[in-house]
């Protein structure tokens, strides 16, 4: 049976990683990591009964100690950083899932690595900053890094029938958000309510904003990079508005290849979690007969500047794809918070963008060091 740790259970992607878990009914959940949603984390450690929970929050991980006491349920709980690493590393454990967001997710990821856990990788902010560390790592220890991101599992399907042949391009569909077609002067007015509501995919809170800024698919576009070893240059952003297409390779005979579905992240989870074998699955399925037509569109770098930044940010290489990432955190969290506007995300970015001085191969720490210090000089910040 397989073992594995999900990291982030709480959030979009963790539950819908146990849904799959609960719906195929073969995998043994022995780790589980959240924020500090205890009254979720409870409800899973009944159900899939982990050997070894982490509240990454210590104030909800003494809760939950006394609560599992109280109902006299038996799971060991620890908190912090090391309960992290614990729940990534656990002896039983063959796959990790890395769902949570931000950059908090980068140390577990390595250490997992290190203790030969293949990796089910929800947690782009990982590759983005620390791609140069995690690849070659993960190719000394030989495991496996299984994309769960739609548009990268997409890519790794499609390359499933490459026979070894490197595709010249890749295609990276993005569906251009809710305000696709609007001008930046309409742009201004966004409160966090309007940009929180994705046509297609429904998905957590920080992710949503970054897919109606462009910002998701320029972290993407960094995170296509690594896995599949790809010059930026060979990666170009096509808009499919119903997000249909998750992506496409091209070879250079010009056949492109694509994997088509509809939007359900469950599907990448559970070809990830099972690789290589597919799963059957109940869930709705692409009806052509019903489909008038495939739409597709290009970007518009004039309204939607990130995207251009985050080409920007991988030719400046070392530390710049960090910045570029650790300042779209903090701003995207001000803008929920309602201190700054909708545009100044993509303006602090390009902001810091041109104070950094680049750190070329930067070390764990000095990614660590760049993104406190980048918290702490940017996060009082209120425009308004
Ligand atoms: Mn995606």
Redesign the pocket.
Known sequence: MKQVSVLGSSGSIGTQTLEVIRQNGDIKVVALAVNSNIGLLFEQIREFSPELVCVYDEKSAGELSRRLKDEGLKCVVMTGMDGLIACACHPAVDVVVTSFVGMIGIRPTIEAIKAGKDIALAN?ETLVTAGHIIMPLAKKMNVKILPV????SAIFQCLQGAQGNRPEKILLTASGGPFRGKKASELKAVRPEDALKHPNWSMGKK?TIDSSTMV?KGL?VMEAKWLFDVEAENIEVVLQPQSIIHSMIEFSDGAVIAQLGVPDMKLPIQYALYYPERRGRTAKRLDFRELSGIVIDKPDDVNFPALRLAYDAIKAGGSMPTVYNAVDEIAVDLFLHGAIGYLDIADMIADQMAKHTVISNPSLEDILELEHNLKKALSGLNTR
């Open positions: 782009k991101d739609s548009e990268h992710i998701n993407e």
